[in-house]
């Protein structure tokens, strides 16, 4: 969708003013079912760059001047921005047109928000980045703004068949968003198709990149037997056009890694919302209350404990991604579970979220329901990322 309005604004078939009506019909025609939006108010650019005219929108806990900011709790309802946060501003500057603000769990934790799977109705979307991924996905919006801790950006992608990348860890300031887990929140953006997102981000954050899809290491995580076999397929298609993915052993303590990722989320997290939580109770969400008692609990050794554990893995993947320029393994546990009661499991999310490398979701279509196929490359290797996660999805015959 992305690359199709830029194409279509550039040769004067269409106006920024009219892309921006397309948007709002959509989102009045598909919305009421969904309810990916908090609140729809667009606010024009203030540059003329490359991403003049293309609309977008942002998470809920993404501050934005005189609009909704309301951390998706309704402790917080009616509470208006009052500045746009680093990476809005520079969206702005570039001439993007925030559209509105998106649904988040509350306080982009695990208490679910009330929107709909737009591609498996009556299913999760994901989250924390519920609204952003549902509207990208139902064609609302070109791209939006979400953020990932362990792994909000890339489960929703993947539950939503859409693209969604968490670029390396510090890359994108997260001045003006709200903060849960700081040595772990990282900003990400969700677009239709890899392609797309190899187009935002040449435009709006990176460079260009020359890398291919050359080589590859399979990680064989445990999921869900229609994950494992998509993935599988998925694998065996790139092999058969020429690319060699090559198995490879999981890094040593990798499931102690995924728990030093929880640890820190937890640890973390409490203490940015303890206060909230002596304030509130369980206002602020069951879910997020009993993560702060259980977090409140964890001894500053153990969490130390875990960061170390993080190290020890980062300089035990250095080492692979020195023989294999990209890492591929699910992006998620499975389909997107049935109901709207939870968000889903994080867990193949959330080792790579602790390690701050690069992370992308690539959409794979198939029977049941959508899913995914992570990318993820070494630390600011970002370009390369999503260079080849669109020359995966090409090779995969999609985008």
Same mark, same amino acid.
């Given at each position: 969708?992305?690359?199709?309005?830029?194409?279509? $604004?550039?040769?004067?078939?269409?106006?920024?003013? &009219?892309?921006?009506?397309?948007?709002?019909?959509?989102?009045?025609?598909?919305?009421?079912?969904?309810?990916?939006?908090?609140?729809?108010?667009?606010?024009?650019?203030?540059?003329?760059?490359?991403?003049?005219?293309?609309?977008?929108?942002?998470? *809920?806990?993404?501050?934005?001047?005189?609009?909704?900011?309301?951390?998706?709790?309704?402790?917080?309802?009616?509470?208006? @921005?009052?500045?746009?946060?680093?990476?809005?501003?520079?969206?702005?500057?570039?001439? =993007?047109?925030?559209?509105?603000?998106?649904?988040?769990? #509350?306080?982009?934790?695990? *208490?679910?928000?009330?929107? *709909?799977?737009?591609?498996?109705?009556?299913?999760?979307?994901?989250?924390?980045?519920?609204?952003?991924?549902?509207?990208?996905?139902?064609?609302?919006?070109?791209?939006?703004?979400?953020?990932?801790?362990?792994?909000?950006?890339?489960?929703?992608?993947?539950?939503?068949?859409?693209?969604? +990348?968490?670029?390396?860890?510090?890359? /994108?300031?997260?001045?003006?968003?709200?903060?849960? &887990?700081?040595? $772990?929140?990282?900003?990400?953006?969700?677009?239709?198709?890899?392609?797309?997102?190899?187009?935002?981000?040449?435009?709006?954050?990176?460079?260009?990149?020359?890398?291919?899809?050359?080589?590859?290491?399979? +990680?064989?995580?445990?999921?869900?037997?229609?994950?494992?076999?998509?993935?599988?397929?998925?694998?065996?298609?790139?092999?058969?056009?020429?690319?060699?993915? /090559?198995? #490879?052993?999981?890094? !040593?303590?990798?499931?102690?890694?995924?728990?030093?990722?929880?640890? /820190?989320?937890?640890?973390?997290?409490?203490?940015?919302?303890? @206060?909230? +939580?002596? !304030?509130?109770?369980?206002?602020?969400?069951?879910?997020?209350?009993?993560?702060?008692?259980?977090?409140?609990?964890?001894?500053?050794?153990?969490?130390?404990?875990?960061?170390?554990?993080?190290?020890?893995?980062?300089?035990?993947?250095?080492?692979?991604?020195?023989?294999?320029?990209?890492?591929?393994?699910?992006? =998620?546990?499975?389909? &997107?579970?049935?109901?709207?009661?939870?968000?889903?499991?994080?867990?193949?999310?959330?080792?790579?979220?602790?390690?701050?490398?690069?992370?992308?979701?690539?959409? $794979?279509?198939?029977?049941?329901?959508?899913?995914?196929?992570?990318?993820?490359?070494?630390?600011?290797?970002?370009?390369?990322?999503?260079?080849?996660? #669109?020359?995966?999805?090409?090779?995969?015959?999609?985008?």
């Amino acid at each position: 969708m992305l690359r199709q309005v830029i194409e279509r $604004l550039e040769s004067g078939e269409l106006t920024p003013q &009219a892309v921006l009506e397309l948007c709002l019909q959509r989102i009045a025609v598909a919305d009421p079912a969904i309810h990916a939006w908090v609140e729809v108010n667009p606010q024009a650019g203030t540059g003329d760059g490359l991403l003049r005219g293309i609309p977008f929108g942002a998470k *809920d806990i993404i501050e934005t001047r005189g609009m909704a900011t309301e951390y998706g709790s309704a402790l917080y309802a009616g509470r208006k @921005g009052e500045r746009d946060a680093s990476v809005v501003g520079e969206l702005r500057g570039a001439g =993007a047109v925030l559209l509105g603000k998106t649904h988040t769990t #509350a306080f982009a934790s695990f *208490d679910p928000a009330p929107t *709909d799977n737009p591609r498996l109705p009556g299913h999760t979307p994901g989250g924390s980045s519920s609204g952003s991924a549902a509207a990208v996905a139902a064609g609302m919006a070109p791209f939006a703004l979400g953020t990932q801790t362990l792994g909000s950006v890339l489960r929703p992608a993947s539950f939503c068949g859409v693209c969604g +990348f968490k670029p390396s860890f510090g890359l /994108i300031s997260m001045e003006g968003v709200l903060p849960f &887990a700081p040595s $772990l929140d990282t900003l990400g953006f969700f677009t239709e198709s890899a392609a797309d997102m190899e187009c935002l981000w040449s435009r709006g954050f990176g460079g260009q990149s020359d890398a291919t899809f050359r080589r590859a290491a399979y +990680f064989r995580v445990p999921v869900e037997e229609p994950m494992a076999r998509a993935v599988g397929d998925a694998v065996e298609r790139l092999r058969a056009s020429g690319v060699p993915v /090559i198995d #490879a052993e999981l890094p !040593e303590g990798w499931d102690l890694t995924a728990r030093a990722a929880r640890v /820190i989320n937890d640890y973390e997290g409490a203490r940015t919302h303890a @206060g909230r +939580f002596q !304030e509130f109770g369980e206002r602020i969400g069951k879910r997020l209350a009993e993560l702060v008692r259980r977090g409140l609990e964890i001894a500053e050794g153990e969490y130390e404990g875990a960061r170390e554990q993080v190290e020890r893995t980062r300089l035990e993947l250095s080492r692979i991604f020195w023989e294999y320029p990209a890492i591929v393994s699910a992006a =998620a546990m499975g389909a &997107a579970p049935s109901g709207l009661g939870s968000t889903g499991d994080p867990g193949v999310n959330a080792p790579w979220t602790a390690l701050g490398v690069p992370a992308i979701s690539v959409p $794979l279509m198939v029977s049941g329901g959508p899913l995914g196929l992570q990318i993820n490359g070494a630390w600011g290797r970002d370009d390369a990322v999503v260079t080849v996660a #669109a020359d995966a999805e090409r090779l995969l015959g999609g985008g």
